[in-house]
Nanobody
């Protein structure tokens, strides 16, 4: 069983920055895809950013140019750097990891609140 533990959420003012971390219980080399999703109150969970093998990344249009996903293979950790945060970025952010056999795993979520 894979465990993913997110951290780094919190309250931030509009225009501010946060960095989320997702620590995996096994080498992240084993995952074809690692990503971040978010779910705002009353809305469906949506993809924010993902890192695919061979250093491919993609982002939701709403976060392009503001968010950056990265991997630290030595620490088995994936990060989401979030800059220029907006109130509409407020959500619970979830880490996701997918193996080559399509099994996927989720973290417990970390709350990000953007408010003045």
């Amino acid at each position: 069983q894979v465990q993913l533990v997110e951290s780094g959420g919190g309250l931030v003012q509009p225009g501010g920055s946060l960095r989320l971390s997702c620590a995996a219980s096994r080498s992240i080399f084993s995952f074809n895809v690692m990503g971040w999703y978010r779910q705002a109150p009353g809305k469906e969970r949506e993809l924010v950013a993902r890192s695919i093998i061979y250093d491919l990344t993609n982002y939701a249009d709403s976060v392009k140019g503001r968010f950056t996903i990265s991997r630290d293979n030595a620490k088995n950790t994936v990060y989401l750097q979030m800059n220029s945060l907006k109130p509409e970025d407020t959500a619970v952010y979830y880490c996701n990891a997918r193996l080559g056999d399509h099994r996927e795993f989720w973290g417990q979520g970390t709350l990000v609140t953007v408010s003045s």
